[in-house]
């Protein structure tokens, strides 16, 4: 009997030791069906080995609760392979609850198409956040900062900070890597380098200001004052618009329209006439390629 009061104490302990590993509600999925005749157990087998790279580590320096883990969801689509070598396709989505209700906002939503790494069945995943070690990793510790960033961003004024130092350190490990999506001269201004340079250079802090009020101070409290939430929001697509003037056609500017500009639609439906006015006059702005869809606001 006394044994077994100890096995049952014992394993009670077990269960109230923090699983620092849950940092991440992310569904990672990993599509092979465009490489003919592949090998599915070996792809299988990537797809939860990267699981557990992002489930077995501690990315956040806080012990977030259960209801704060960060929710998003990685794809990727591999496109070819030669040897070992693959050329992928990666999507990434990040969403954050809004309070106050049921509904999930879409904070980053799109894809990084220069994607290059060497996997071989049973290596082992090495990471560390001084050398780059391992392209596939790399990539992945990338996107988790990355997401870390921008939901912190939203919750408090420029809470994200860490995390962007965190991925600015992965860029630079990777200017001398072979794989594309790292330099400076990539992509016309389309890849993680020019996404890190818009989220760190000072001349755009207002980028971070425009996650804080658009999130904090506007949707969280749209439940109860749908006025002050709207206004807030309002507000916070003015500084977007003061980034713009700055320097037109940003790469941060263009994923944040691109995640964004249906949401921004369909909550000024329910604005008054001038908000309707300078919503679509901002919008026009930012995405001037499609103007015609923000006349779905008046409407």
């Excluded at 014992?10 to 003919?36: A, E, R």
């Excluded at 904070?107 to 049973?122: R, V």
């Excluded at 790469?251 to 691109?258: A, K």
Aim: hydrophobic residues 40%; charged residues 20%.
């Amino acid at each position: 009997m006394m044994k077994k009061c100890k096995w049952m104490i014992f394993c009670l302990l077990l269960l109230t030791v923090p699983s620092y590993g849950q940092d991440f509600l992310c569904q990672l999925s990993v599509n092979s069906m465009k490489i003919s005749g592949s090998n599915r157990e070996k792809y299988n087998k990537l797809q939860q080995d990267l699981y557990k790279f992002i489930n077995d580590r501690k990315w956040c320096q806080y012990n977030l609760k259960a209801n704060e883990r960060i929710e998003c969801s990685i794809l990727l689509t591999l496109d070819a392979v030669a040897g070992d070598v693959l050329t992928a396709s990666m999507t990434v989505q990040l969403q954050r609850p809004v309070f106050g209700s049921n509904y999930k906002t879409t904070l980053l939503n799109f894809q990084d198409k220069d994607i290059k790494f060497t996997y071989e069945e049973g290596q082992p995943l090495e990471y560390a956040d001084n050398a780059n070690l391992n392209q596939l990793t790399s990539l992945i510790a990338f996107y988790l900062n990355l997401f870390l960033a921008v939901d912190f961003d939203s919750f408090s004024l420029n809470g994200g900070y860490p995390y962007y130092a965190k991925c600015q350190s992965i860029v630079s490990l990777n200017q001398n890597a072979t794989e594309p999506g790292w330099k400076v001269f990539e992509t016309g201004q389309k890849n993680r380098y020019w996404l890190m340079e818009n989220l760190t250079n000072g001349a755009y802090s207002k980028v971070h200001e425009f996650f804080y009020n658009y999130h904090r101070l506007g949707l969280d409290v749209m439940s109860e004052s749908p006025d002050i939430g709207r206004a807030s929001i309002l507000e916070s697509l003015k500084l977007l618009q003061d980034v713009n003037k700055q320097k037109s056609n940003l790469y941060i500017i263009q994923l944040i329209v691109l995640a964004k500009s249906q949401e921004i639609i369909n909550i000024f439906k329910e604005g008054t006439a001038p908000e309707k006015s300078m919503v679509i006059s901002i919008m026009k702005q930012l995405d001037p390629a499609n103007q015609s869809k923000y006349a779905a606001i008046n409407n």
